[in-house]
Each structure stands twice: as structure tokens, then as C-alpha cells.
């Protein structure tokens, strides 16, 4: 199956939309939906501003998460390979079994 259909579909389908939709504005003169309910142009702008804020601020606290998990696995493999060494046996420090 060919999975990369799925999202270009998808990018299809949106495209037509916002044309369509474009289409749809210019032809009832921009009045179709009054500006009460979409707001004005300066808090659009502020609202798309926030969002891509946020979008910036989530993805630094994911690439800090992963950069510390990876450096605190790197450290409990680190400690692991010493007490392999230690003991003359494989010993793992992050073995959940009972």
C-alpha cells in the first residue's frame, strides 16, 4: 500500500478548499461573514502570532527533554559497562523485572 497518498490526498483536498473558499469570498464581496464575528485584521495577526509562539515554545521543551534523556542514558550505560566490568557479569541498572 502506498501510504504517501494518504497525505497528499490530504494536501489536495486542502488546496481545493482554500481555493474554492477564496473563490467564495471574492465573489460575495468579502461580506458573506460580517467582521464581528471573524474579528479585525490586527487580532488575527495577534492571535497567529501567539500560536506560532507557543508552537516555538514546545518545540524547544521537547528538544530539551530529549537532549537530557539522552544524556542521562547515556550515563546509566555508561555506569553499566563499569559494574560489567566490575562484576565480570552483565548487570543492568534499568531492569524492571522482579
Known amino acids: 500500500m502506498r501510504l504517501w497518498l494518504v497525505p497528499l ?4 483536498v486542502g488546496l481545493g478548499l482554500a481555493i474554492g473558499a477564496l473563490a467564495l469570498d471574492s465573489a460575495s464581496g468579502y461580506d458573506l461573514v460580517s467582521q464581528t464575528l471573524t474579528g ?4 488575527a495577526s495577534s492571535l497567529l502570532a501567539t500560536i506560532i509562539t507557543s508552537n516555538i515554545t514546545l518545540l524547544s521543551v521537547v528538544l530539551t527533554v ?4 539522552s544524556s542521562v542514558m547515556s550515563d546509566v550505560m555508561m555506569v553499566e559497562s563499569r559494574l560489567d566490568a566490575a562484576v565480570g557479569v552483565p548487570v543492568s541498572v534499568c531492569d524492571t523485572r522482579s
Open 9 to 12: 490526498t490530504g494536501l489536495l
Open 40 to 43: 479585525t485584521p490586527t487580532a
Open 66 to 69: 530529549m537532549t537530557t534523556e
